[in-house]
């Protein structure tokens, strides 16, 4: 037998074999939360849509959630590279992005924001500071709420309750007088039980997936702000992909924007009915909030960023 004939066919082979496989891209992602629960639901969403027609070309395996990567450590992971893509809110990077934050205080939609330029604006920060691009966005026009055990009759109430928080309640929380109780996520519902908490700061979709449904008494209205998960993508990568590969991407981009729009509205009534079922009654506070909130919030970015002047009227035209 001639081994060099043996040796030379093994390595085209071994070649044939290498070409093919490069052919398909698989990219890494982590989510902020368990892909299967309400807000990484729709990012699984977005992979399995790429994956369907990117089958030979481009490819995304989700890792995990937070227990695959923090989500705390998950911009990180993007950043330098250690995952290609990840969807967290703006608050988990708002120490490399303070500008990110703005983007929670917009009354405008994906594609509207879009179209006046806060998102090319929002991606350009975030390639400068971060070396990632923003892919696409969900959750807007998701607020977030006041949750209560117990009825009140103005909100002066509020006014010394111990309220469990997160950063994005700070500035609210503290216009109200109310205690924040900085509690994770999966104590909440001891903290109910035992009352340690009056009540929580929470997204309008998934208290009923936490269980604190059966807890709660009151929502009070109209909620602030915006849910806003964005899909972040290492710059270095994006830029490396064929130009096959970044249709794909942007093909599966304008799906999403536009399917989530029924979707999310879908969600939203659905998440409104079970929670009048569950006995939730509403306290309209009226738009006084509303306007609080959202001031407070602008004034607090426009004193960490200069960008910020740049960012309010894309984000906010109507301001």
């Not at 309008?204 to 972040?232: A, H, K, Q």
Request: charged share 20%; aromatic share 8%; hydrophobic share 45%.
């Amino acid at each position: 037998m001639n081994m060099k004939l043996v040796s030379g066919a093994l390595a085209a082979a071994i070649a044939v074999t290498t070409t093919a496989q490069a052919e398909e891209l698989t990219l890494r992602a982590g989510v902020f939360v368990p892909p299967h629960t309400t807000y990484g639901v729709p990012f699984q969403m977005y992979a399995d849509h790429l994956n369907e027609i990117g089958e030979g070309v481009l490819q995304i395996r989700i890792v995990g959630g937070p227990e695959a990567v923090p989500a705390t450590e998950l911009a990180t992971a993007v950043s330098n590279g250690v995952l290609d893509l990840a969807a967290l809110p703006p608050s988990y990077y708002k120490g490399q992005m303070v500008e990110s934050d703005a983007h929670s205080l917009t009354s405008l939609s994906v594609p509207e924001q879009r179209a006046s330029g806060a998102y090319a604006a929002l991606d350009e920060i975030a390639r400068d500071s971060m070396g990632v691009t923003y892919v696409t966005t969900y959750g807007d026009g998701v607020p977030f709420h006041i949750f209560l055990t117990e009825g009140i009759a103005g909100l002066d109430d509020l006014d010394g309750m111990r309220l469990r928080g997160q950063t994005t309640y700070n500035l609210i929380f503290e216009e109200l007088g109310v205690i924040n109780t900085p509690i994770p996520a999966p104590e909440i519902f001891t903290a109910l039980e035992r009352g340690t908490v009056d009540g929580y700061g929470w997204a309008l979709w998934g208290i009923g997936d936490m269980g604190w449904l059966d807890m709660t008494s009151v929502r009070v209205d109209p909620g602030f702000y915006n849910v806003i998960i964005n899909v972040l993508m290492n710059e270095v990568t994006y830029d490396a992909l064929t130009e096959e590969q970044q249709a794909i991407v942007d093909e599966t981009t304008a799906w999403f924007e536009a399917m989530m729009v029924e979707w999310s509205a879908e969600r939203t009534a659905t998440e409104l009915a079970a929670q009048e079922a569950a006995g939730v009654t509403v306290f309209d506070a009226g738009a006084d909030l509303l306007e609080v909130a959202t001031a407070a919030y602008w004034d607090d970015l426009e004193s960490l960023s200069p960008e910020i002047a740049r960012l309010r009227p894309l984000l906010a035209p109507q301001n």
